[in-house]
């Protein structure tokens, strides 16, 4: 058993990280041991990074055990760099967690000054100074290389900076400056947010928190009036958004709801969030009350204002997108389902179900049919798959069969109409896969059928296996 993660006081009595749990006793015999759980340990950082999500949507992880926040143009509100420091440790302080942190213009030296300093505001031009008096270990090293420049007396920051780099870089390779020029703000490193961030947000923060359903939607609908305005200056509606609720104790609620087409009414993003918080009602627990709401817009899309008429009548299609929205927001996307052209010759794959919310994105309509050049007659019902037909005679090499079996019972051919030929498609099949031979058949009775043969007769089968495909109204 080894140390994986120490307190301040265990770190005051000079235990370290990878010391065994005996050797650490024996030094200490009244030391306090805890069983590690990185599932939970990870879990807990999750929630962590949720709640810092109030001070900047730039939250990234800072290996197992920090996060990175990306503040700029965001301590102007907050008043200032050393403001906002001071009030994310103070916060932590009272949900009780112990946390240490610095502000510098990289995150390499916020990093380092995090972990191997104080609660330090570093200014730009005083990288270097901040940087020298840290231990190597600071530079974020593979522990081996670290163990060697130590041993080779090369003990603080400020001693690689004084050494040779032509020297050192031969000897450990380029990986030791770039960690130092990445602390220095002389390469750059950028952080990579833990969640999409959106393309607009608001927010209200609030004096006295919030926790029933009433004062959150009416909230909602205040933040999506000022969503309003932007949207429109880009000439843009919002397809996904979401309504994020912070609880005083911590807890970050998030709410997403998506939209058919692009949508900027506030009444109606509200109406959206009605049906959300019907659906997790039993989820959102409310504690406390909520002390920030926020409403992004994670995607948009150009839309295009469309003058009413004098009629009186109300757009059916934008009812129809409208009752759309809030059964998807209320039961979830699988609920509505619509069929939408692919652009694929085979029949099975030229058409497929999508939610009903994304069929309507220009991205996701697929194939149009005016788009054929010229459009098939194809049967009104489509087997699912493809069921075996018995041929026992049929004209060679393209003509249609004369009489056939299929489930149990003989059919004798009266007109056929074909073949419309159709190739595999050999990015998905492979080179090798037949060609099929459609053909529209009547039978004595006047019953419509449309069956192929799969393969060419002699060139790729030499005989050929014949299936039914589907059948006309």
Known sequence: MRIVALDSLAERLRLKRGQGV???????????????????DQSFLSGLADWCDRYTPLVAYAGADGLALDITGCTKLHGGEKALLDDV???????????????????????????????????????????????VTALRLPQALTDTLIRLGLTQVGDL?????????????????????????????PLSP?????????????????????DILGLALQLADGLKGRLEERGEGGRQFELLLFRVDGKVFRLLAGTSSPLRDPKRIAALYRERLAAVHDDLDAGYGFEILRLCVLKAEPISSVQDDFSGRPDQSRALADFTDRV???????????????????????????????????AAKGLQAEE????????????????????PVADVPDGAPERFFWRRTAYRVARAEGPERIAAEWWIDGEDAPTRDYFRIEDETGRRFWMFRNGLFQRERMHPDWFMHGIFA
């Open 161 to 189: 900076m004084e050494a040779p780099r032509a020297a050192l870089a031969r000897r450990f390779g380029p990986l030791v400056f770039l960690r130092l020029d990445q602390a220095l703000g002389h390469d750059d490193e």
């Open 22 to 40: 005996a050797e650490a006793r024996a030094m200490h015999p009244r030391l306090d041991v805890l069983p590690a759980d990185p599932a939970a």
């Open 89 to 135: 440790l103070s916060r932590l302080f009272q949900l009780g967690v112990e946390a240490r942190g610095a502000i510098a213009a990289s995150p390499g030296l916020s990093w380092a000054l995090a972990r191997f300093s104080g609660n330090d505001v570093i200014e730009a031009g005083e990288e270097a100074v901040a940087l020298g008096p840290l231990p």
């Open 328 to 362: 998807v927001a209320r039961f979830g996307d699988e609920v509505l389902s619509v069929a939408v052209l692919a652009a694929s010759h085979i029949p099975e794959r030229a058409a497929s179900l999508r939610p009903a919310r994304d069929a309507a994105s220009p």
């Open 194 to 214: 833990r969640r999409p961030v959106a393309e607009l947000s608001v927010e209200r923060r609030l004096i006295s928190p919030v926790s029933g359903e009433d």
């Open 372 to 391: 054929w050049p010229v459009v098939p007659v194809r049967p009104l019902r489509l087997l699912t798959h493809p069921e075996r037909v018995e041929v």
